[in-house]
């Protein structure tokens, strides 16, 4: 079971980059984004140096200097890359880096196949799995920015997106009281989900739908990006240095607004979910509302009874740790405790995300200035 | 009664500044800390601003380019003097500023005399005289910045500081539950602490003392600065930028540990707790004695079983909204919502916070880099 | 006769300062703009260092941490206060820095009476002289940035300017052939200005007068900054970097043209000669009249046939070693060769020149960029 | 005639691209550096736009939006893609380049056969040609830095450097006069070689040979990057700044020198002139051994007397226009001029210039801290 699973995580990878030409592999055109080819060797890599190296004996590594190009921060490990000298490198090629893959994979397969593996290799496994997983959906997030920040705005496929779904919002009304909050079962998850403990609510409402492409013009179009009184300071020095007036990938375009989707460049669909704001944003939306967003505490109580998966969402909570949160030992404890400062957390998932690695329990994280993943806003009151 | 308050606060202003020459009110060596001629000015820019202009009739401005000069981040006023440009400015010059704060001084001493005060008045009046005495405060963190940064060390007064408390630290416990957090009570506070409301805490243990510069001295010897897995990512970062081998103003001369405090360069007292430490290395700390920084809430919660006051202590909490949190209408409501970002929560006062300005409910923020308020560390588990 | 000098010219740098306020003395509005109060003790400090250290036996230093503080840019004599952390300095306050001009000036005074000077000595006194009246000059050049960019604009004297000249622009015809450049005499020069040699100059022609406001403001209204092709590819870059639109100190207010002056903000006097633009302003009015700037042998060739002593005036040439260039050994050797590099040459001597500081050879240079000068153009062809 | 040099021009520069793989092409790793994709396709453009596009009846443009991507710095002609972000865009790919190359050699193949050309086409087609050669040369070095600044270190080729001459330098002696200047003859030029003028000379002396990697060794042991004194003031800024040690590519290794080469990583030949000093290196070398750089003027004096062309040559000349130098009208006026501020002048040439495009009167020029280019050292006294 555990080859199967690793045969497709890791075919749905290659998969993704079906459509790339060569130098779409090789770009890094802003330090958060990372080069396609990138993501194909840290996620191999990752198995490399966790599982073969210090699991299968009589492994040879692929090339020790791979350790040095493909770790990402794991400061555990040794020397890193810097990350904005990614876009640098034109060696190892696109080619010697699915040699990379090939070897990993058939080294793992031999190895999954001979071996029972004790609970601690599974959970590295486990772990290793839904690592690739973010790196999917990391790898369409950049993959995007590449392509749309290119001045021929190529397309990435031709695929038609679905209709987008025409309900109007209500707003459910979640009673005061103690609400239990984390993961809770016995699969996969992240240690920053882990420590299921208590939370006290007060009374709140939120949102049925997310914010639509209309409701976010509307702000547009009413000022919001003008008027310093909806946004946090440092949001509104983000406006002013930035010059921003919409949503990333957003073009006015003879007085039409236009977006970039993995389709080429397109009029908006108004009645799609907004996407691309970052938190600064979504707060200055908000506000203009009158209404707020609701914290991770208050999603995350309410999650079963609407929809959700269409776009990570802003929430109102900084990312910290839970009440009882461990980091595991060694580089693994590296994964996500380092990062609890600064950030926000987003709750739910994207169309990016790979099928099977969403939960409803499930935090994101990023940098409030951060417009390149698929962000949108769901309100509260 | 209000203008017995108005004339004492603004009275110790001008008592903080005393010791200090011309030259030292005008200097800003780094973007955070301002000219303490500017926070004269600023303090009383706000009761021009804020009470004689609206309220006073036939009031006339002192000087209307002041406006301009001292205002310091209210957009809804007008155009201000971008903040590092502060330290530019000669003019006006020390003696003007004084006449300034004697020019409202006299007229808010004829207006309180004159006028009943009605309620919205009164509350525009308390929110100015504690935000003169954040600016006391700042001005006693900002004149130690400069003064302690300058190569002759000079010191600002030659009073010997009482000596430190002995206790050894014990641990307070206390039980899960369901605890109020907020302000309570008809006196003032700032809107950031209102809406009372229920927070459910787990059981948790929190010191009864803050951590002392020997304790701190451990951490430092043992390589706390040299071992990346005590610091968050960009802590780590923050440590290899700037080089930092202990808290701002200490110095190593001749294998001896000194730091600058207002009576001059002198040994490090190692019963006295830890002071100037940024968020990341009061995390940093924690992380290698095995325990944690406290929430604010766990903090709020056992805050009357142990003494504070001594210095500002940083929490695990970032610096959000309280579920019934609203801004103030107009100009007051920039004073602290649009900070919401970013920043960590500090609790307590410091030896610099004036008499009569803190509270259990008092939440104080800063950015996770900044060393030079009076901050220190308790810890919890 | 070396007292009567020392005299006579450390009084003119302290008559320069009279009318400045204590506050106007320390603050540094931008990197190149030293405070009024280094300038005092830098001047100073070059007396101690270079003449009452070596050769004044029993001399004891003013304060040793003063080398620390005033020594500017000479490697060879230990650490130095960085640049850009002048302004930052409210000690030694001004009242010291006047205690130690006095301090290092009785010493002198005694040591020029009591000795009989060697000549290596007496060289060194002229160039510490010469250096002192440099900084008259940059103090006035200082002194009137920190001034200009306050916004209240205060005046720093009420004299009123002489009428200016109202020559007309005719153009002296220079014969081709070999010219003798450089130094000649028994006098006091840099020693930039030595190895009088020669260079051969073909036939050119060279304005007998500075262009004026009148002239440069043709070129503004015509668009001049807003025409790349006038520009070098960097000086372009400027422009649209700085928004440059005129130059430094102009100010358009309600439509007509002001300057900053040491009386105040004034209307542009159309007939003065524009000043403070910088060379690449320079070069694109030459650009764009048809005509060039003169290198500085053409300009030193010309000289003795026109009038000038009111603006420096930029030249074509890059600031360079003459042929027979030798460095001084030690650390006056420092003076002036190591600048020699990504820096242009002016000519002349402008309203800022103390008196006697000025010479047909003499050799002043700045980087491109820079506009704070009172630097002026005249056109060749 | 036309035709077979423009064939035999552009096949050579794709002949210098052949040993790369597509990701080669791409990336960039520094500002100075252009994407060798970049070269090939700027070339060609300059072919489209200058020729094809005024001159070519019923030409069709390959590709508007290239206009915007192979633009370099002519501001004439249009928007242009800023330089730092070349490196950013994956497409157009390197088959739509070569795609693109193949189109505009097509028709400027018909285009050449069927036409008579006058002379103004004539001497854009013979500034086409050199255009590419200096970008052939271009090429070259940015492709060295591209894969000598890759961790892997891979090797462009695998032929070996003949082996290098071992004169041992004796110094010319030139009488003092006046030289002539400037281009003669009939053949294709620079528009900044022209105007030949006379210059008068002092007598000098100038090496036969270029400064050997031993020689510079000596310099490098004897602490010549620890001593201010050899160096420019800003020359030692960037020492400081860039803890610059040696020339570029140079790796110590086990206390061994190598360099990288175009055959990958071997230890230093201490027998080859020194290569990929910049300005500051060059002039402080100079310092060090008790000579000087010659000026552009005493070098092109001399250069019949001695070897050259093994690498570019740094002068003690700041590139600044001849006397008779005049700018050509419109976009080809943009060639030369506007570069002429705060760059240093190089003559001779280097193994990377391509056969028949190196003349005695050629200047090329580069700012003083670039080292990339193939620059040696030749001493004058």
Chains 1, 2, 3, 4 share one sequence.
Not at 198 to 214: C, F, P, Q, R, W
Request: hydrophobic content about 35%; glycine content about 6%.
């Amino acid at each position: 079971m555990f080859l199967t699973t690793y045969k497709r995580i890791r075919k749905h990878t290659e998969d993704i980059c079906a459509p790339l030409k060569t130098e779409d592999y090789v770009v890094q055109p802003v330090v958060d984004v990372s080069p396609p080819k990138w993501h194909l060797g840290h996620s191999t890599w990752f198995f490399e140096a966790f599982v073969l190296k210090p699991y299968a004996q009589g492994y040879k590594e692929f090339n020790p200097d791979y350790n040095f190009v493909f770790n990402s921060y794991y400061e555990t490990i040794g020397a890193r890359v810097i990350r904005t000298d990614r876009g640098n490198l034109s060696r190892p090629t696109v080619e010697d880096v699915y040699k990379y893959r090939a070897y990993v994979d058939e080294a793992m397969d031999h190895f999954l196949i001979e071996h029972e593996l004790p609970q601690e290799l599974q959970d590295i496994l486990l772990l290793g799995y839904n690592h690739e997983q973010q790196h999917q959906e990391l790898l369409i997030t950049d993959l995007k920015y590449i392509l749309g920040h290119n001045p021929l705005f190529p397309a990435y496929n031709s695929e038609v997106d679905p209709e987008p779904d025409l309900s109007v919002t209500s707003y459910f009304q979640i009673p005061e009281g103690v609400y239990d909050i984390g993961y809770e079962g016995t699969g996969f998850c992240f240690d920053n989900e882990l420590g299921r403990h208590k939370v006290y609510l007060h009374d709140y409402s939120i949102g049925s739908e997310l914010v639509t492409n209309e409701e976010y013009l509307e702000f547009i179009e009413s000022g919001g990006y003008k008027n310093f009184k909806y946004w946090h300071s440092e949001g509104w020095e983000w406006v002013k240095t930035t010059k921003a007036e919409a949503p990333l990938y957003w073009h006015l375009i003879d007085g039409q607004h236009f977006n970039y989707t993995l389709h080429g460049l397109k009029p908006v669909n108004m009645d799609e979910p907004v996407c691309h704001v970052n938190y600064y944003e979504a707060h200055a939306f908000a506000e203009w509302s009158g209404k707020r967003l609701p914290t991770e505490f208050e999603w995350e109580a309410a999650a079963p009874q609407f929809k959700w998966g269409k776009r990570w969402e802003w929430t109102e909570s900084a990312y910290l740790p839970y009440p009882f949160y461990k980091k595991a030992p060694g580089a693994i404890g590296e994964y996500n405790g380092k990062f609890m400062v600064n950030q926000m957390v987003l709750r739910g998932a994207s169309e990016a995300t790979p099928v099977g690695h969403s939960r409803i329990s499930y935090r994101n994280f990023f940098h409030p200035y951060l417009q390149w993943q698929y962000t949108g806003i769901r309100l509260a009151f």
